[in-house]
């Protein structure tokens, strides 16, 4: 079946946009988890969800990244009033049921570049 | 979130066996050990996970230490396309991973 997929896969935009970028899970996993990664870097957590509940929005840098998954499949990272700063590459994984024992599956990212 | 130690890179050969260690001194009782590896411009995989014993799957084995404090991934024969950088995370009840530094691993043609 489809893995994880992301989209846009590459974006471009200018200081002060906002942004969404787009998680599509693996069909029928309860799980999803965004992380952002800097070049050279190991992922950094944001956020995750279990079904449409937000678990854990800790790694969220600030008021400007915010996260949801209204329907329990598909979510939405959106950055407000984007900076240089937010420039990485965004990735979201999935995981099933055995939340703690399962592996994540990783989709491809999202390469932010903010102008 | 326990915390894991890594080195920073590695070297092996070619069709050689490569043992990537991890200190974890500050594991509890329930922290499972996993191991995730990133290939150049891809999203993490994950390799294995074990709690006490050792673990055997096709990609690898983990051996875990007795008083768990720390464990070694094994790559029983490496090839090019394992150089990666490899992460060895623990997982508790929170479902969260926290990602280190990884050891950067290169195999030598």
């Known amino acids: 079946g489809a893995g994880v997929s992301q989209s846009p896969r590459y974006k471009v935009t200018k200081r002060g946009q906002d942004v969404a970028l787009r998680c599509d899970p693996i069909?029928?996993?309860?799980?999803l988890y965004w992380y952002r990664q800097a070049l050279g870097q190991g992922p950094e957590f944001l956020t995750y969800f279990n079904y449409e509940a937000q678990q854990d929005k800790s790694g969220l840098p600030n008021d400007r990244f915010s996260a949801e998954r209204p329907e329990g499949s598909i979510s939405t990272l959106t950055i407000q009033r984007t900076e240089q700063r937010d420039s990485a590459m965004y990735r979201c994984a999935s995981s099933g049921r055995d939340r703690v024992y399962n592996e994540q599956f990783f989709g491809p990212g999202t390469r932010l570049t903010v102008l | 979130d326990a915390k894991t130690t890594q080195p920073n890179s590695m070297e092996s050969n070619e069709e050689e066996p490569v043992h990537l260690p991890c200190n974890h001194s500050?594991?509890?009782?329930?922290?499972?050990i996993h191991w995730y590896r990133q290939l150049p411009s891809q999203g993490p995989e994950y390799v294995i996970h074990g709690l006490t014993s050792n673990v055997n799957n096709r990609m690898a084995s983990l051996a875990i230490a007795e008083d768990r404090k720390s464990s070694t991934l094994i790559l029983h024969r490496a090839t090019l396309r394992d150089a990666a950088v490899y992460y060895c995370i623990l997982r508790g009840r929170d479902d969260k991973i926290i990602f280190g530094k990884g050891t950067r691993l290169h195999i030598l043609p």
């Open positions: 500050t594991i509890s009782g329930t922290d499972y």
């Open positions: 069909s029928g996993h309860v799980s």
